[in-house]
């Protein structure tokens, strides 16, 4: 998974991480330079899984 054009998660089995019908959450702090967050999902195997995607602003961390 590629957010930002930076690889964060190079590969993950959700069924050996978490298990078969159970909920994996993964959380990423990136910075948006160009007013658009850009997430690139693929799949080496199988197929790519979303379920949800949260974004939350983050003033703490705006330069």
């Known amino acids: 998974m ?3 054009g ?3 998660l190079p590969s ?3 069924v050996r ?3 078969k019908g159970v ?3 993964r959380s990423y702090t ?3 330079t160009d007013g658009t967050l850009d997430i690139d999902f693929t799949a080496g195997q199988g197929k ?3 379920s949800a995607v949260r974004v939350t602003d983050r003033p703490d961390l705006a330069g």
């Open 2 to 4: 590629l957010i930002e």
């Open 12 to 14: 993950l089995d959700i």
């Open 48 to 50: 790519s899984l979303v």
């Open 23 to 25: 909920a994996l959450k």
């Open 6 to 8: 930076a690889e964060v």
């Open 30 to 32: 990136v910075a948006v």
């Open 17 to 19: 991480e978490a298990g």
